[in-house]
T-cell receptor
Framework: DAGVIQSPRHEVTEMGQEVTLRCKPISGHDYLFWYRQTMMRGLELLIY????????DSGMPEDRFSAKMPNASFSTLKIQPSEPRDSAVYFC?????????FGSGTRLTVV | AQSVTQPDIHITVSEGASLELRCNYS??????LFWYVQSPGQGLQLLLK??????LVQGIKGFEAEFKRSQSSFNLRKPSVHWSDAAEYFCAVGDMNSGGYQKVTFGIGTKLQVIP
């Protein structure tokens, strides 16, 4: 298995632009998680899905953030409009119930 | 609410020396506990996990951790550190109340530096 695949690896965008981060979980995993990692706040859970259904989005910072999982093999995290304080590394992880497998992350820089 | 404390932000050890990374958790019931490692520019990799049973858990790369309920601790150990162990280590606790152990809270991380 190729593991959890995230794209792009790096994204630099201007303030106000829309940003879409993508994630392909491991086949057969029924949980998918989006995390954000910053020096100041560490790893924060943004949202997670079970069987493609959002279960808990209480970590989504504000309405500018949205996440979808249209099928078992794909999820997106969208930020619109983006702001400099959104700069962070965003991780996707998937699980079948025994620990998480993380992707390599997307490093987002908003200038 | 569950929480994890990693009291050491940064630790430096000599190659070949033993290692212990501290982790304390706060949780109302029997927790699911994890240790992850993150190398620069990479995602987190699961080292080991504790759900129940034997309180001494063996993981990958020669790591082990011991669950001590009385101390609310889950410290990570390795008898002899290699230069390739330099990375950041995260302790995490799983929330069973949300229908399983799927909602995991991570500690702030401990950055390990290994010197020759």
């Amino acid at each position: 298995d190729a593991g959890v695949i995230q794209s792009p690896r790096h994204e630099v965008t201007e303030m106000g632009q829309e940003v879409t981060l993508r994630c392909k979980p491991i086949s057969g995993h029924d949980y998918l998680f989006w995390y954000r990692q910053t020096m100041m706040r560490g790893l924060e859970l943004l949202i997670y899905f079970n069987n493609n259904v959002p279960i808990d989005d209480s970590g989504m910072p504000e309405d500018r953030f949205s996440a979808k999982m249209p099928n078992a093999s794909f999820s997106t995290l969208k930020i619109q409009p983006s702001e400099p304080r959104d700069s962070a590394v965003y991780f996707c992880a998937s699980s079948r119930g025994s620990g998480y497998t993380f992707g390599s992350g997307t490093r987002l820089t908003v200038v | 609410a569950q929480s994890v404390t990693q009291p050491d932000i940064h630790i430096t050890v000599s190659e070949g020396a033993s290692l212990e990374l501290r982790c304390n958790y706060s949780y109302g019931a029997t927790p699911y506990l994890f240790w992850y490692v993150q190398s620069p520019g990479q995602g987190l990799q699961l080292l080991l996990k504790y759900f129940s049973g034997d309180t001494l858990v063996q993981g990958i790369k020669g790591f082990e951790a011991e669950f001590k309920r009385s101390q609310s601790s889950f410290n990570l150990r390795k008898p002899s550190v290699h230069w390739s162990d330099a990375a950041e280590y995260f302790c995490a606790v799983g929330d069973m109340n949300s229908g399983g152990y799927q909602k995991v809270t991570f500690g702030i991380g401990t950055k390990l530096q290994v010197i020759p």
